[in-house]
């Protein structure tokens, strides 16, 4: 029986050779593949933009700093000298009051004398000094007036003169004081940028962090009302230890944690013995800053915890409010308020 075959024609517009097909499929989930592997290696070796450290912000408040300062020492002179420009200033301003009032008078007198001459004229000033004249006396009189026209003519050149110097002088000095005001805007300003800078940087700090004058910098301070009791008891560094005080210019132990938790919101009554029955116990391993540490076996002293063994007190009579190593004293405990 004889085999139908496929015209020519119909062979050529059907489907391609198998072979090829099949390449052109391994050739398209190969670049599906080579891609994904593509894109997660990128997703891999992408950097992670991590949050800075407290560390690493102080570091940066530094750097600021370490600009700041210097343009605050320029502004501070500028302004010294700027101060001292416009009191020199002043005093040549007074000096040229009376010499400009001075220069009117004469000009006046001159003025009123070219006034006489051009509306009487010479000769009756001539005439006047004529009448009575005695015979010698003549030669004289007009010298003796002559002098009086140049005495005149040298007392007005004298007044002037002073009045061009102070004027020079005042005129270079307004010069001084106008480009002392352009720095003073000018360092203000930089100063001002860099001000906003670090004050962008602290705010940057984790919220666990505490920073406070005479205290170390804090870190993992989960608590607000911690957080706020270790702010005010550090802000206290310095203060005097007086018995019985609690604040807000001077403390005793108990009172100065007192203090500082009172600003929390939490109440604790001024007495080691009350606050260690009033707060929950915490053993020294999970201790964090804020919690209060106590101190001997009867409990009378305390402290309000930092954390690294460091704790904020009011140690003692003649011992003022300070930081202090909690290894100093036997460790009768740790108890977290609130």
């Excluded at 003025?111 to 009575?132: F, H, K």
């Excluded at 870190?219 to 702010?231: E, H, K, M, Y």
Aim: charge should be positive; glycine fraction near 8%.
């Amino acid at each position: 029986m004889p085999v139908a075959t496929m015209p020519l024609h119909r062979a050529a517009q059907g489907q391609p050779p198998p072979r090829r097909a099949g390449l052109r499929r391994a050739a398209r989930r190969l670049i599906t593949v080579v891609a994904a592997v593509v894109v997660g290696a990128g997703m891999l070796v992408a950097p992670a933009h991590a949050a800075p450290t407290p560390e690493e912000i102080e570091a940066a408040i530094d750097k600021q700093w370490e600009q700041l300062e210097p343009t605050i020492e320029q502004y501070n002179k500028v302004r010294a000298q700027l101060k001292k420009d416009r009191k020199k200033a002043e005093e040549l301003q007074k000096k040229i009051e009376p010499l400009a009032l001075q220069t009117e008078l004469a000009l006046n007198r001159v003025g009123d004398m070219a006034s006489r001459y051009y509306m009487t004229g010479p000769s009756q000033e001539i005439g006047a000094l004529l009448v009575n004249v005695k015979p010698g006396t003549l030669t004289e009189q007009l010298t003796y007036l002559d002098r009086l026209a140049a005495q005149e003519r040298k007392e007005l050149q004298v007044v002037i003169d002073a009045r061009a110097k102070f004027d020079a002088e005042k005129q270079k000095l307004d010069a001084l004081i106008a480009q002392e005001v352009e720095q003073e805007r000018e360092l203000a300003a930089k100063k001002n940028q860099i001000n906003a800078e670090i004050k962008r940087l602290q705010a940057s700090m984790p919220k666990t962090t505490v920073k406070v004058s005479g205290c170390p910098t804090i870190n993992g301070v989960v608590s607000s009302a911690a957080r706020t009791a270790i702010q005010v008891a550090c802000q206290q560094v310095g203060d005097p230890y007086v018995w019985g005080a609690t604040g807000p210019n001077a403390f005793d132990c108990s009172g100065l944690t007192q203090f500082a938790y009172k600003a929390a919101g939490i109440s604790l009554t001024h007495f080691t013995g009350a606050q260690w029955n009033e707060g929950k116990a915490i053993p020294r391993s999970e201790a964090r800053p804020g919690d209060l540490v106590f101190f001997f076996s009867d409990l009378h002293h305390v402290g309000l915890y930092l954390g690294g063994d460091l704790m904020v007190h009011a140690p003692r009579a003649g011992k003022p409010v300070q930081v202090a190593n909690i290894n100093n004293m036997p460790v009768a405990g740790f108890r977290r308020p609130g």
